[in-house]
């Protein structure tokens, strides 16, 4: 009698699962490649910071507010066109990551300007006093001071990004959440759907241990 | 050393224009100890603030060391700020270094040491401010203390000539307060630098200054040698600080020896006559009885000095001003209207 193992087609839910790592990694990337600065220059402009504007702290809020209004999924089908422009193709993986990264950029950039406010004035103010430049001050005071809370935000996108990703199925984009909408939602195999859910978890639960353990190795408090 | 002329400073808020500073004129010579005190809010942070730019003055002149500094720079204003160390009161240290690193942070900032120039320097300054055996703990580790040396040698490793303390042992418990201010005094005694610092308790400006400001509403009220205001406190607001220090008369115990009748006199003393036997001679030569009232016998710095309210009773309590006066005693009358 066939197990219920044996009902499962385990080479799909292995390739989905490396296509999501695949995902996740290629997105991760880049947000924080380009959310870092971002989140840096949002706090730089913020009230009685370095560069304190209240005018360009307004814009710039605005912009990325709007981006992080829309809904991720309309998102994924709203940027078809560019993402075709940038990676030569609207769906599978080249074709979520753009996607991922024009959703992640902005949520990663407000965690960190989040965990760069933590930052004590007073340590800033010590290192102006120093006659320590903006970037000096950036670079070596702002970010190392920071790193405990930009580790949390880097976990807490890398989770994010998992429930993004699994929206890719509306678009064919493959990994384990667009196997679960296929096969549990679509073709009611909710045995398939169980398993992907499952990894799923597994997969958040180490991205969780792994970023709590890089916390607590850089806190020095 | 450092010359405010008729600093004013002034910045917007909601409710219009603020006045923090008005009118500043102060003169701090190279070498000397000199202190504003002052209540929360009068202005003194703002005005420690000018002195390496952290805060512009809206108006007046500020030169230090020579220099006009009042519409300073970039490269110059940098170049400024690594001549003069800072201290805090949350002493405002990297929390992800080690004191070492916390120490160097200033040489790694104008690069002009090799590393192994730097580590010499270090250790020469944890060795100054007690430290030596603490280059690796990481601030997390220390006592409020240890942190303030660690932030004095940090402070000090460009070689500054002028040490801005702000409120530096405010948030310290009375005997390491009493440490800081030491280890504060020995750096300005051997180094020859110039401190200026804030504070609002005048038991640290007793201990360490050699002149001080007094600010009230954005004002300096009074300034001088530390020992003039101290024991001759003229402005109100002056006295009030000085009164914590210097508790006045018990009126109870004033009323009690009313009845004994006699003059109340406040009797202040400078340096080595401190040492005279000052009552006695007084009851043997005058023929007069003392009753003290309140009275205390400390150092300003290093300059001892005696200050004592007492009640003079019999027929030649004239007689026995005089001599106190002719002795080199100031003598204030207290009950005469």
């Known amino acids: 009698m066939p197990t219920f193992w044996n009902l499962l087609d385990w080479p799909e839910i292995t390739e989905a699962g490396l296509d999501s790592l695949a995902m996740l990694g290629g997105a991760l990337c880049f947000i924080l490649l380009l959310g870092l600065p971002l989140g840096i220059v949002l706090h730089l402009f913020a009230r009685r910071q370095l560069l304190a504007s209240a005018r360009t702290y307004a814009l710039l809020s605005f912009v990325v507010n709007i981006v992080r209004s829309v809904p991720f999924i309309i998102l994924l089908i709203l940027m078809m066109p560019l993402t075709t422009l940038l990676t030569g193709t609207a769906i599978g993986i080249k074709g979520v990551i753009p996607p991922l990264v024009a959703g992640g950029v902005p949520f990663f950039a407000r965690l960190v300007e989040s965990a760069l406010r933590e930052v004590d004035r007073g340590v800033v103010e010590a290192a102006q006093a120093m006659g320590a430049t903006h970037l000096q001050i950036i670079w070596q005071v702002l970010l190392p001071e920071a790193l405990p809370g930009l580790l949390a935000a880097a976990t807490v996108t890398a989770i994010a990004l998992v429930d993004y990703s699994a929206m890719s199925g509306a678009i064919g984009g493959g990994g384990l959440g667009d196997m679960a909408i296929r096969y549990g939602y679509q073709r009611y195999e909710t045995e398939v759907m169980l398993v992907t859910v499952a990894l799923l978890i597994v997969l958040v639960q180490a991205l969780q241990i792994a970023g709590n353990r890089l916390v607590i190795h850089f806190t020095r408090r | ?337």
């Open chain 2, 1 to 337: 050393m450092i010359e405010f002329k008729n600093i004013g400073k002034t910045y917007p808020t909601k409710a219009g224009q603020v006045t923090a500073l008005d009118g500043i004129d102060l003169h701090i010579a190279a070498g000397e100890v000199f202190g504003m005190v002052g209540a929360s809010g009068a202005g003194k942070s703002t005005l420690l603030r000018l002195i390496n730019l952290l805060e512009r003055p809206t108006q007046g002149e500020l030169w230090v060391d020579g220099d006009n500094i009042t519409a300073l720079r970039g490269t110059g204003l940098r170049q400024l700020r690594s001549k003069i160390g800072m201290i805090f009161q949350h002493f405002n240290l990297l929390y992800a270094k080690t004191v070492a690193q916390n120490v160097a942070f200033p040489l790694t900032l104008n690069r002009a040491l090799s590393a192994g120039q730097i580590a010499e320097r270090v250790s020469e300054l944890l060795a100054r401010v007690g430290l030596a055996g603490l280059a690796h703990a990481y601030p997390a580790q220390l006592s409020g203390g240890q942190k303030q040396r660690v932030g004095i040698a940090r402070a000090l490793a460009n070689l500054p000539k002028i040490l801005l303390c702000d409120e530096a042992t405010s948030a310290l418990d009375p005997h390491t307060t009493q440490d800081i201010l030491s280890l504060l005094a020995q750096i300005n005694h051997e180094l020859g630098i110039t401190i200026v610092l804030i504070t609002h308790e005048m038991d640290v400006v007793r201990r360490v200054c050699d002149r001080v400001a007094v600010l009230d509403g954005g004002r300096v009220v009074e300034s001088g040698a530390v020992a003039d205001l101290f024991l001759h406190p003229q402005h109100p607001v002056t006295r009030r600080f000085v009164q914590e220090a210097l508790p006045e008369i018990d009126p109870l115990i004033d009323a009690a020896l009313q009845q004994h009748g006699g003059r109340t006199l406040r009797l202040t003393v400078r340096g080595d006559p401190v040492h005279q036997p000052l009552l006695s001679q007084l009851s043997r030569d005058a023929g007069v009885d003392c009753r003290l009232l309140s009275g205390r016998i400390d150092r300003i710095k290093n300059l001892p000095y005696s200050q004592l309210v007492l009640s003079l009773s019999g027929d030649n309590a004239d007689r026995a001003i005089e001599q106190l006066r002719a002795a080199n005693v100031h003598v204030e009358l207290l009950d005469t209207p």
